[in-house]
Structure formats: structure tokens, C-alpha cells
């Protein structure tokens, strides 16, 4: 927890952004 960003979270949160405008 903190200013650290793993690739595996930036990962997750593109697929989820991505998935959303799919959906749009």
C-alpha cells in the first residue's frame, strides 16, 4: 500500500476499464 504500482494491478485495472467501455 503506498505510491508502489505493481504491473499486475495495472493489469487488473485495464482490463476493467476495458470491459466497461465494452459494455458501453
Not at 500500500?1 to 466497461?20: K, P, Q, R, T, Y
Request: proline share 0%; hydrophobic share 45%; aromatic share 8%.
Amino acid at each position: 500500500i503506498g505510491n508502489v504500482w505493481s504491473a499486475d494491478s495495472e493489469e487488473e485495472f485495464l482490463a476493467e476499464v476495458e470491459a466497461a467501455m465494452g459494455k458501453r
